[in-house]
């Protein structure tokens, strides 16, 4: 069974963590929250989610993806040596790396965004195209074991190629 | 393409009505979130969703099911006859009818209760077998046309049970 | 001195468990606050009130009666063995049983509502019906030792029954 | 049917407005809600309630008397001139007037303090004693018609003595 | 370096808090949060601050004036005789006393407004002068080491005068 | 006198809006809250500030600077062009720019960042760097016309320099 960890922070947004934690299990995939600790964060609204290992605790050699939900996390997540170098190990071992929203920020600072396509919330557009990516507006942009998408709306398609890269 | 009603009222449970609301989506669905109006309600800790349309705008003939999340939100649900009459004339048409954790009130106060089996949130068993249903403990229950399940750890299997069944 | 149990847990309605605690004080009554467990529990709106014993802590035989507010308090009070037993045992031993609101749902798994007459909040009238209840909309019913309000407007009626039945 | 003003304002004491509130209503006397506007005021964690009557829209003669509760509502109270009007005529004409913990402040500002003897929440017994009063550090003080409490765990004792007055 | 201690407590006023805070350290001051504990206090809408040292903590002879904010703090700082004493002997040592808006309740308790010349909130004006005070209604009334505003407006002119007063 | 506009959204960083408002008003200038709309905004915690001026209601011309506090609110004033273009004109105009905390972001966005020297929180320093800016982690840096700073504790430095600047 496949396991891919999802990243938590606090102000994390609700629709972009819930959805794909809860889509990867439906599918039969083993969806871990992954958080700089195993303790409780909180929604940007407040709602509470437990991390269930903290990032100093997973082994990335068990791990076949990371999807990173948006909200304000991407800027708390973003802090993280740890986190990054994690993300960072992903992309460059083919495995999946999605990312939602403002998650294009912990992209940008684990180093793997020049020269990919890829899309994002468009607030941080400018960000994402600094950091030498060609930003695309549609739903969802697949450029090889990268995935990604603008926000809330775009969760269906985003999960759609998600599981398709995880199945093939 | 079919049609399902989610319904929303305030202190809604926020992983059991975002996780089917964008399933259904997912698969190819028209997800449409109805409450007893239009308007913006409120999760339990506070976070926005706006219904699409009043439980007065929509046309029963239109929709292939409904979808009814838990949370508080049941307990408002089922002091709308409206809410209840679109609920029970589902059943009766032998469309969909999902119900999850909480969301057995509705069902209870809508009269399609008795004589079925089914499953709900384990605080709420008593009320769901006085009123007349076989309580099963149980991820999923699919009895016919009405799917059931026990609350947010169920939802993957909640909704391969209610997918497989628009599908057929 | 008569010594009577108001139940608390969280989310509980803040005008049903201030004015009868006050009030039973003010007649001469010991009111005392009894919870799951012996710590601070938080109302609909936050209110802050502890619980002076948990329900492990106290003595049945010390009590004359249970007084149990409504909001969605029951829903959680009702998951609970030992606070549904000690209903039950007030109930059998003819001492006073006071529900107001939505704590009908307490008295339904406290399985003490087969049979009596009583009202509560008109969400839940089904499933006191359902239990085996004669449901009445009036302000306050008395039934023997089982006295059942529909909500905070009727909590002047309410409470001059209680007295009244702690007076005899 | 004698007729009490009980006074709200924002960061009302929630203990201190509902009991009274309630408590006058069971005795068989109209209690009703004022306030600077007849609009929806918000207790210190957030309570709703709804003032029945603005401070413009009420007749002095029709009431036999004024309760008001503490919290942080006296501050903004005693900023209303028709408010500190309607307290002094109260008074003036010996009618009931019942302040508990901060509620001294109106007291103050309405300058009905000077000479009587009264108690009220600790932290503003200087300014009690400033404005020429004879402070006393007990649960319920009558001094006339001035009927006066220290806080929450003196609302028995404080009622008690409001409707003995009242039913003289 | 002087050093001056602003007060905190929680309900504090946060303009009147993080004004003061900050321009006294750009001015060159030591600025010293102080708290009747050395813990986090929240302001009325729940921003957090952390007193650097609790009153037991401090040595009066190291620090040259004291600042007191308004909101509802100065209520509960009133109520610590620690405090209290230290405000007092700042005031008789000629030392640096500033209190802005409701701050007047703390120099009322510490016994120092009899004879002064000050300002305050005008809800409380009258608590001032029942102490003693000569009240004037202007953005900053300097009587000696005594420096008081009326509220957040005035903040400019209050530190203004504050630093002038530090810098003689 | 001097006019500067400070910039304001909702999730604005309450030290770093509190601090410059005031202190540039007490030095004499004007100091003018501007926002996308001429409304009420909420900080991170709720607190409430209204703008004074929508960007559309203002005149470029009048203004001598403009300062932006960070918290997320720049994530939210680099999605409007006229607050951009309004930067970027006081850039070129050789008028004041101060900027802290993540108020890089809106910099980023007003493309003025290419080539300058200058600091920011240090979880966007990527997208400063990515934006051709040059780094420094120090309290404040002057390059020009742009004053920037890391975030709440370099607010002396900050507001030291932008006066200093504004003075010349």
């Known amino acids: 069974m496949k396991k891919i960890a999802v990243l938590i ?16 299990k439906e599918e039969g995939f083993e969806s871990i929250l992954v958080g700089p600790q195993a303790k409780v964060y909180h929604s940007k609204v407040g709602l509470e989610m437990k991390a269930d290992f903290s990032i100093d605790e997973i082994n990335f050699d068990e791990f076949d993806g990371v999807v990173i939900p948006g909200g304000y996390a ?18 460059e071992s083919n495995k999946l790396v999605g990312a939602i929203c403002h998650a294009g920020w912990v992209l940008i600072s684990a180093k793997i965004v020049n020269g990919v396509t890829m899309t994002c919330f468009y607030s941080i557009k400018d960000d994402v ?10 739903s969802v942009v697949v450029d090889n074991n ?3 998408s603008r926000g809330p709306n775009d969760l269906p398609d985003f999960m759609k190629e998600i599981i398709k890269f ?3």
Request: aromatic share 16%; glycine share 2%.
């Open 129 to 138: 195209k600094n950091a030498g990516a060609k930003y695309v507006d549609q």
């Open 9 to 24: 922070e606090d102000n994390f947004n609700e629709f972009e963590l819930i959805y794909p934690y809860y889509r990867l």
């Open 166 to 168: 995880l199945k093939k």
């Open 74 to 91: 991407p800027d708390l997540l973003r802090r993280n040596e740890k986190i990054l170098s994690f993300v960072r190990k992903m992309f």
């Open 146 to 148: 990268l995935i990604t």
